[in-house]
């Protein structure tokens, strides 16, 4: 009876043994997707739960696809998220997603750290490019193939002081203003309002030559990034706005110190900013001292009202060991119109589909966020700045080319080079390093 009985246990504990043994090795056998994000916000602004939209994904992922985990890696800061992913990518053990900082796009894509989506979306029918802002997809492709999708974007702005302008009783301009309405409210905010002989208001502040470059139809690299074009009659009407604009100031550089005290009447700044200081309470505590609001850029003579956007990547590592289940999860984020629909309120950028903003319920939801007294630009003028952006310049070259050219611009505003020949001579050597 005893030997009956020891045999039942071993019987048992060999079934328990064995139940666990196949646990341990269905879990071993279930995909497991993770994913790399920054714990603060990708827009350099205060957040709150900075993953809430990314969790909120995830979750109707995995109600569909109930067999997969997904594990979030967060806790690297933005600042370090750079170095973080490299010394992953290095070491081979990078996220099967992650985020993709802006100066890291094009370097990453040509070495091979993303995979290329281009069979992925070639396949799937329910996915086209067609639905997202032109610009914002565009900010995903590298030598015509995709090695990301579009999260949320952030296009440029410019804040109008309004205070200021009513100060000197000049109306708060439109989103069809120009380069010259620009200038003449700038000449009329520039004034010596206490009689040391000096201005202490002032037209503008980080208003720089690429903004204006942009609205004024300036082209500064062909297509294939082989060839620059600086010295060209449209980047110089650019530059000699620019120094027509820094000359009222009478030798004063204009600080942000002088922008947030009230003293500036424009300001470029993102719309992420926008949504996130232009409503209580971080109104209060950044720009309560004056009224605000934002508007288009202007345009140049030979240009159209439109800005930079700036994009909000995510890719795919080329290691992954489920590369559909990685694009399907990659897709939910991106794509799925029930998430995108909520960057309106779990966010502080713009969604990446084309047809969320003109919905009711995204004019809803961009009330709610903004100000109590309706005192903010309507949505439907932000989805037509959206429609009319240029994604941000990033090919491999661009950050040492931009850097020659911001450095020679700057000495030709100030006044200490020769407009014709110091762009001639830009034009040479960024030739030059483009085809080293």
Request: net charge negative; with cysteine; glycine share 4%.
């Amino acid at each position: 009876m005893q030997k009956k009985y020891i045999t039942t246990i071993m019987i048992l504990l060999f079934a328990i043994a064995a139940l666990i043994c196949y646990a341990q090795y269905s879990q071993n056998r279930q995909p497991v997707l993770t994913i790399g994000v920054c714990a603060d916000s990708y827009w350099d602004v205060p957040a709150g739960e900075s993953t809430a939209l990314m969790e909120k994904a995830i979750k109707l992922f995995q109600s569909e696809h109930p067999h997969v985990q997904v594990r979030l890696i967060t806790g690297i800061q933005k600042s370090d998220y750079h170095e973080w992913l490299a010394e992953k990518l290095l070491a081979g053990d990078e996220p099967d997603l992650y985020l993709v900082l802006a100066d890291d796009f094009s370097t990453y894509a040509s070495i091979g750290a993303l995979r290329d989506l281009t069979d992925l979306m070639e396949k799937d029918p329910d996915w086209s490019a067609e639905n997202y802002y032109p610009a914002v997809i565009k900010a995903c492709s590298h030598e015509g193939k995709y090695y990301a999708l579009p999260l949320e974007a952030a296009p440029s702005l410019m804040f109008v002081n309004k205070t200021l302008l009513t100060r000197h009783h000049i109306q708060m301009p439109d989103n069809h203003w120009t380069w010259q309405d620009f200038y003449d409210i700038s000449r009329q905010i520039t004034t010596d309002t206490d009689g040391d002989g000096k201005p202490d208001a002032y037209g503008s502040y980080a208003y720089n030559w690429k903004d204006a470059a942009l609205s004024n139809n300036v082209q500064l690299f062909s297509e294939n990034h082989r060839q620059a074009y600086f010295n060209t009659p449209q980047l110089k009407s650019t530059l000699s706005f620019l120094i027509k604009l820094k000359e009222l100031n009478q030798g004063y550089e204009v600080s942000a110190k002088d922008f947030d005290l009230g003293r500036v009447a424009f300001r470029p700044l993102t719309f992420a900013e926008y949504r996130t200081y232009q409503p209580y309470p971080w109104r209060i505590k950044k720009y309560s001292a004056f009224d605000w609001d934002v508007v288009s850029f202007p345009v140049g003579p030979e240009g159209k009202a439109i800005a930079n956007i700036y994009t909000m990547r995510m890719g795919i590592s080329p290691r992954t060991r489920h590369p559909e289940l990685a694009w399907k999860l990659l897709k939910t984020f991106s794509y799925r119109p029930e998430i995108q629909l909520h960057v309106l309120d779990m966010s502080q950028g713009l969604p990446a589909r084309g047809d969320i903003l003109s919905t009711p319920e995204a004019e809803q939801l961009f009330n709610q966020t903004m100000r109590d007294d309706g005192n903010h630009i309507a949505l439907s003028v932000i989805n037509s700045i959206m429609s009319a952006t240029m994604p941000e310049t990033n090919f491999l070259k661009y950050t040492g080319a931009i850097l020659q050219a911001d450095t020679c611009i700057q000495k030709i505003i100030s006044g200490t080079l020769p407009m014709d020949a110091a762009l001639n001579q830009l034009q040479a050597d960024i030739n030059a390093y483009l085809l080293q």
